[in-house]
Nanobody, 117 residues
């Protein structure tokens, strides 16, 4: 059974940090490109960070560049998102995605991040 399980979300004050994790099982994790998406209330889901199979290339949407860092550990079937200098606009449900050459993709259930004082 394929699973992606996110964790690490929570309530944090503006300027704070969180580290999200996404653990995959039931598929060959290292064969998949991975991404972090988020969806804020009333908005569409957006891709915010992407990492290739062995991490040689990482890309970010402009709004998180310089603040967020995506990484992965294929030996642990885990992807991470280190989020620093969090802003209220970062409040959203964060999802991880696994993509196999645009033919197959899997989604996690999401983890809530709330940035508020």
């Amino acid at each position: 059974q394929v699973q992606l399980v996110e964790s690490g979300g929570g309530l944090v004050q503006p300027g704070g940090s969180l580290r999200l994790s996404c653990v995959g099982s039931g598929f060959t994790f290292g064969n998949y490109e991975m991404g972090w998406y988020r969806q804020a209330p009333g908005k569409e889901r957006e891709l915010i960070a992407h990492i290739t199979r062995v991490g040689e290339s990482r890309n970010y949407t402009d709004s998180v560049k310089g603040r967020f860092t995506i990484s992965r550990d294929n030996a642990k079937n885990t992807m991470y998102l280190q989020m620093n200098s969090l802003e209220p606009e970062d409040t959203a449900l964060y999802y991880c995605n696994a993509d196999f050459f645009l033919l197959i993709d899997y989604w996690g259930q999401g983890t809530q991040v709330t940035v508020s004082s």
